[in-house]
């Protein structure tokens, strides 16, 4: 039995224990340099994915938590520092030379698949992008309150939707009296390009299909236009969404509380 806390390398083959480590809840393998990142207290670390043992490490900030980070096609960003100095830093993805550092927003960050824009979001209503080459802050943005802190490029297109933390601590609502909003971004400007707005809250990010952005609101599936925002149709579930969506080869694999249904795009 697997003891709680640990991050495994398991054997496909056999199912057998091949390593064990301290667990950390930020980590992703990266194939393309055949390692896998984890995020620690001390920093990200590069490590064997067949013996887990660590290559190299980006150290942390001192006194701070397990740094966000994200991968680009060559370079690992990640954001780092006590409150009110974060810094977003820049390392090589082969052997962890730093690269850059700038000041930044205190936000969770993605990498635009084409390796070009690292974008901050606080979740609170403020979006930057920075340049991935050097750091450079592009844009900065006001969101819509409340949404989720991940957003999700695609192509000239910057996705977001609220999340489940539109209550605050005393169970006032904070956001909306729609909290089931979907925003697009031009990922050029930073200009806003659509808002939806839905009765029932937004359980999943955005999933890109084609000319579609998928996002599960309550217990339903709808389907939008990345173009223009306006929903193309509406697919109810059995149950309860239970996470994000897949989309795979025209299939739309959506998991709910009475299992996985899947219907062809």
């Known amino acids: 039995m697997l003891e709680p806390g640990v991050l495994c390398g398991i054997d496909t083959a056999s199912g057998r224990v091949l390593w064990r480590t301290d667990m950390s809840w930020l980590f992703t393998p990266d194939p393309k340099h055949g390692v896998l990142f984890r995020s620690t207290a001390d920093g990200v670390a590069a490590c064997d994915p067949a013996t887990g043992r660590e290559r190299w490490r980006v150290p942390g900030a001192r006194g701070a938590e397990a740094p966000a ?10 954001v780092a520092g006590p409150k009110g100095n974060t810094r977003l830093y820049a390392y090589d993805a082969t052997g962890g030379a730093p690269r850059w550092d700038v000041p930044a927003l205190d936000g969770t960050i993605t990498a635009a698949p084409d390796g070009r824009t690292v974008y901050l979001h606080d979740g609170r209503g403020r979006l930057h992008a920075h340049s991935a ?3 450079r802050r592009i844009w900065t943005a006001t969101t819509a309150p409340y949404a989720r802190d991940e957003v999700v490029p695609y ?10 933390s539109y209550h605050g601590e005393d169970g006032r609502r904070l956001g909306d009296d729609r909290p ?6 031009s990922a050029r400007t930073g200009r806003t390009l659509w808002r939806q707005d839905r009765e029932q809250p937004s359980w999943t990010l955005p999933v890109p299909a084609g000319r579609l952005a998928l996002v599960g609101h309550d217990t339903a599936w709808w389907a939008y236009d990345i173009a223009t925002g306006e929903p ?3 697919l109810a579930c059995h149950g309860a969404l239970a996470d994000d969506p897949v989309v795979r080869d025209g299939m739309l694999y959506g998991p ?3 299992g996985v249904r899947a219907v062809r795009l």
């Open 256 to 258: 709910n509380t009475e």
């Open 180 to 185: 089931g909003y979907v925003l697009a971004h």
């Open 232 to 234: 193309r149709w509406r």
């Open 133 to 135: 080459a050097d750091g």
């Open 69 to 78: 980070f994200a991968l680009g096609p060559d370079t690992v960003h990640l």
């Open 155 to 164: 192509g000239g297109t910057i996705l977001l939707s609220s999340g489940d």
